[in-house]
């Protein structure tokens, strides 16, 4: 059974960074797309970032380029996201993905197993 789960949330003041990770298992992930995506309160959840896990081919959303850096470590099985500069409308859950087509999607449907979320809050 694959299991995601993600950690690193917390608070932090604008301008300021946080590293969230997303621990794998219950599959070799070689050829999967790991993805990140965020939801904020009354909002849609939205696409981050992905990352293929053989290559390490990166995608990132237009709102995120330049300050936040997806990579995964091979041996950990985790998938990492990089956040820097951070604003207050980046405050959201932010939650884990893994797509089995090995695909870069950055519609929801695209994934097929999700974590639990690990909430950021960034104050102004």
């Known amino acids: 059974q694959v299991q995601l789960v993600e950690s690193g949330g917390g608070l932090v003041q604008a301008g300021g960074s946080l590293r969230l990770s997303c621990a794998a298992s219950?599959?070799?992930?070689?050829?999967?797309?790991m993805g990140w995506f965020r939801q904020a309160p009354e909002k849609e959840r939205e696409f981050v970032a992905a990352?293929?896990?053989?290559?390490?081919?990166?995608y990132y959303a237009d709102s995120v380029k330049g300050r936040f850096t997806i990579s995964r470590d091979n041996a950990k099985n985790t998938v990492y996201l990089q956040m820097n500069s951070l604003k207050p409308e980046d405050t959201a859950v932010y939650c884990c993905?893994?797509?089995?087509?090995?695909?870069?999607?950055?519609?929801?449907?695209?994934?097929?197993?999700w974590g639990q979320g690990t909430q950021v809050t960034v104050s102004s």
């Open positions: 993905a893994a797509a089995r087509a090995g695909v870069i999607f950055t519609a929801r449907s695209g994934y097929d197993y």
């Open positions: 990352i293929k896990w053989s290559g390490g081919s990166t």
């Open positions: 219950g599959r070799t992930f070689s050829t999967y797309v």
